[in-house]
């Protein structure tokens, strides 16, 4: 069994930085793709940041130029570091990714979430 543990959400006044964190644990091949998901309240959740295993980024439009994604591949952990915060990026972040595996094969998971909340 995987498991994706963020890390890294608070209260933090507009225009501030936060960094989150989203740590791999348990039996694995391999980790490709790696994306954060927002969700607002009465929202849908909505895709921040991506980043294959090759380090290739793509971005919301929403947060090009603040959001930075990235990752370690030696600690099975990837980044999302956020500066300029704005208000509306209030929500819920979860960290997912695609993991192969040799019990299960290529499998989705999805982490617990971290609530980041940007007060104005």
């Known amino acids: 069994q995987v498991q994706l543990v963020e890390s890294g959400g608070g209260l933090v006044q507009a225009g501030g930085s936060l960094r989150l964190s989203c740590a791999a644990s348990?039996?694995?091949?391999?980790?490709?793709?790696m994306g954060w998901y927002r969700q607002s309240p009465g929202k849908q959740r909505e895709l921040v940041a991506h980043i294959t295993s090759g380090g290739l980024t793509t971005y919301a439009d929403s947060v090009k130029g603040r959001f930075t994604i990235s990752r370690d591949n030696a600690k099975n952990t990837m980044y999302l570091q956020m500066n300029s915060l704005k208000p509306e990026d209030t929500a819920v972040y979860y960290c997912?990714?695609?993991?192969?595996?040799?019990?299960?094969?290529?499998?989705?998971?999805w982490g617990k979430g971290t609530l980041v909340t940007v007060s104005s």
């Open positions: 348990g039996t694995f091949f391999s980790i490709n793709s």
């Open positions: 997912n990714a695609d993991v192969r595996s040799f019990a299960r094969g290529d499998v989705n998971y």
